[in-house]
């Protein structure tokens, strides 16, 4: 599967897809590497998407490793009929200890961090977890490699990795993590022309069903 080319002449979009509601997101539960299914409105969200995702002329997928992102890619390949393959680098931030958690639970035991999370978020290491940068370690040759591609991506991620990608081609700070906006089963497009990342949306209001209160 040709993926890389030798200049960067012809623009390239990536199409970031966050996967759709799960189990753990109705239940307002942080997930991180938790690897909770598709919900029913999860996977009516990414049907949703993929009428939106045909007429992008995008020729291969790229998913995250987790269950929830592999559910997605999977209907997303049987609608558009494109190849689907795993990309370690599109994986979700380690929330460690949080994970399986909700909010109430976690302001309980970890107040203070917590109220970091939420002011501070690039200072934050998770108990037992990883950080924003960890998730930018990872996102940065991503998005070297995209810059290279033949064809237009669909890359099949979480919203931690969506709000890093934007902030990493924007060359903006992980302080202001909180200041990009991911609903499940929305698309957020990353297009490399004449050397710069240009962010548009192509579906990015929020479908029916809930969010995790990250």
């Not at 189990?23 to 690897?35: A, F």
């Not at 810059?147 to 099949?156: C, F, G, L, Q, S």
């Given at each position: 599967?040709?993926?890389?080319?030798s200049?960067?002449s012809?623009p390239?979009?990536?199409?970031?897809?966050?996967h759709?509601?799960?189990?753990?997101?109705?239940?307002?539960?942080?997930?991180?590497?938790?690897?909770?299914?598709?919900?029913k409105?999860?996977?009516?969200?990414i049907?949703?998407a993929?009428?939106?995702l045909?007429?992008?002329?995008?020729?291969?997928?790229?998913?995250?490793?987790?269950?929830?992102?592999?559910?997605?890619?999977?209907?997303?390949?049987?609608?558009?009929?494109?190849?689907?393959s795993?990309?370690?680098?599109?994986a979700?931030?380690r929330y460690?200890?949080?994970?399986?958690?909700?909010?109430p639970?976690i302001?309980?035991?970890?107040?203070?961090?917590?109220?970091l999370?939420?002011?501070?978020?690039?200072?934050?290491?998770?108990?037992?977890g990883?950080s924003?940068?960890?998730?930018q370690?990872?996102?940065?040759?991503?998005?070297?490699?995209?810059?290279?591609?033949t064809?237009?991506?669909i890359?099949?991620?979480?919203?931690?990795?969506?709000?890093?990608?934007?902030?990493?081609?924007?060359?903006?700070?992980?302080?202001?993590?909180?200041?990009?906006?991911?609903a499940p089963g929305?698309?957020?497009?990353?297009?490399?022309?004449?050397?710069h990342?240009?962010l548009?949306?192509?579906?990015?209001?929020?479908?029916?069903?809930?969010?995790?209160?990250v």
């Amino acid at each position: 599967m040709e993926l890389l080319k030798s200049d960067n002449s012809r623009p390239v979009t990536i199409l970031l897809v966050r996967h759709g509601e799960t189990i753990w997101n109705h239940r307002g539960l942080y997930q991180g590497h938790g690897d909770p299914a598709l919900s029913k409105v999860g996977i009516a969200q990414i049907r949703a998407a993929a009428a939106q995702l045909r007429r992008q002329n995008a020729q291969i997928i790229l998913t995250s490793p987790l269950l929830r992102a592999r559910q997605s890619a999977a209907i997303l390949a049987e609608e558009l009929a494109i190849p689907a393959s795993e990309d370690r680098r599109l994986a979700e931030i380690r929330y460690g200890q949080w994970e399986g958690l909700s909010q109430p639970e976690i302001k309980m035991r970890w107040p203070a961090l917590l109220r970091l999370w939420k002011t501070a978020p690039d200072e934050v290491v998770f108990p037992e977890g990883g950080s924003l940068t960890e998730v930018q370690d990872a996102v940065r040759p991503f998005l070297a490699d995209a810059e290279r591609a033949t064809k237009n991506i669909i890359a099949v991620t979480h919203q931690g990795t969506i709000r890093v990608a934007v902030l990493t081609a924007e060359c903006r700070p992980l302080a202001e993590f909180r200041q990009v906006r991911v609903a499940p089963g929305s698309i957020t497009t990353l297009t490399h022309c004449a050397g710069h990342w240009i962010l548009g949306h192509v579906h990015g209001l929020p479908l029916p069903g809930a969010s995790p209160p990250v």
